[in-house]
């Protein structure tokens, strides 16, 4: 029997819980796992990257995919986690760690710690797109770096921009640019682009979908990680031709860019972005999702049935349990056997 073949859509944390669900699922299922990224962070290590060494790719969300897809022997583990670490400020004159011997005095022209504030994998995937000279490449040798139980891939060939207009508190519409003062704009999104208006697709990415058993959308941040796949036009098309089956994973709570937003909302502003977007199953915490029945007429509106199923951490925050997830998806993925 093949292999039951899922493209997750996505940035950031809410990709990286997603595809951790989905190892969770591959115990029970026989998966081939795609992650498919976003590439307009701008914020952290990733904006710099982007203005000092004018970076092809943003790296930032393309590490957390890779760490989140990394095999769990200790050798992979291990390099994942040095993909994760981030420099720590090193203030002038603080005393060395145990161990480094002898601080060296710094120049007072080079005082400044150009590596404070950079995770190690966002310099490895620099490293490796500068070497090899293509993105995909890079990313499937990091991917054999740390074992990845699957495949990570970007959704554009390059960079771009996130703009949006936005209706602020007082009533003013004001463009945004930029996915991090996206995610943290104080108002309503009201219109989302991407700069440049039509990037080229990753032909790797496009292939993937057109494969594809299942489409898995979400969790994530809505505006600046899930929606702007639906805005790249080859990759856009090739969503809405695949054979694939299509599910949702609603956030258990709005974050800053949503605010104002109900959960039915969200599931409206897939239609309102890709208008010929069919999906087949949304899946949702009952807990967190407040009166089912407008995101059940909303999910309908789309094709979908809800499935209303706990899958958020014990602690009562507002987090997917990747256990909990993989083990509410397994039913629904595998209905395809």
Same mark, same amino acid.
């Given at each position: ?29 026989? *998966? ?23 970076? *092809? ?123 991090? $003062? ?35 959308? /979400?969790?994530? $941040? =809505? ?26 994973? #609603?956030?258990? $709570? ?12 969200? #599931?409206?502003?897939?239609? =309102?972005?890709? &208008? ?33 199923? &706990? ?5 009562? $925050? ?7 997830? /993989? ?11």
């Amino acid at each position: 029997m093949t292999a039951i073949r899922v493209v997750a859509f996505g940035g950031g944390h809410g990709l990286s819980a997603s595809l951790r669900a989905l190892r969770h699922s591959a115990r029970d299922l026989d *998966l081939e796992i795609t992650a498919i990224v976003t590439v307009g962070d701008d914020g952290g290590s990733s904006g710099r990257l982007r203005v000092e060494r004018d970076a *092809l790719l943003p790296p930032g969300d393309l590490r957390q995919a890779l760490a989140a897809l990394a095999a769990d022997n200790p050798a992979h583990r291990l390099t994942a986690t040095l993909m994760q670490h981030r420099f720590a400020s090193m203030a002038p004159g603080a005393a060395p760690a145990p161990g480094r011997g002898p601080r060296v005095e710094r120049r007072a022209d080079r005082s400044k710690d150009t590596l404070a504030g950079h995770a190690v994998g966002n310099l490895v995937l620099l490293g490796l797109i500068e070497m090899l000279g293509d993105p995909v490449a890079a990313l499937d040798h990091a991917a054999a770096m740390v074992g990845a139980q699957g495949r990570v891939l970007p959704m554009a060939l390059h960079a771009v921009g996130i703009e949006a207009d936005v209706v602020a508190p007082d009533g003013a519409r004001v463009t945004v640019s930029g996915q991090h $003062s996206v995610a943290v704009a104080d108002g309503r999104v009201v219109s989302l682009r991407l700069r440049p208006e039509h990037p080229p697709a990753c032909p790797e990415a496009v292939a993937a979908v057109r494969d594809a058993d299942w489409l898995i959308f /979400g969790p994530g $941040s =809505w505006y600046t990680s899930v929606l702007p796949h639906l805005l790249v036009p080859d990759l856009a098309a090739a969503i809405v031709a695949s054979p694939a089956r299509r599910l949702v994973t #609603l956030n258990l $709570s709005p974050d800053r860019e949503t605010s104002g937003l109900s959960t039915a909302d969200h #599931l409206a502003a897939l239609h =309102w972005y890709l &208008p010929n977007l069919r999906v087949d199953t949304v899946v949702a915490d009952a807990k967190w999702v407040g009166e089912p029945e407008p995101v059940r007429a909303a999910a309908a509106e789309l094709g979908a049935d809800l499935v209303l199923v &706990p899958v958020a951490v014990a602690d009562g $925050s507002p987090r997917h349990d990747p256990e909990s997830l /993989g083990a509410a998806l397994v039913p629904v993925l595998g209905a395809t056997r």
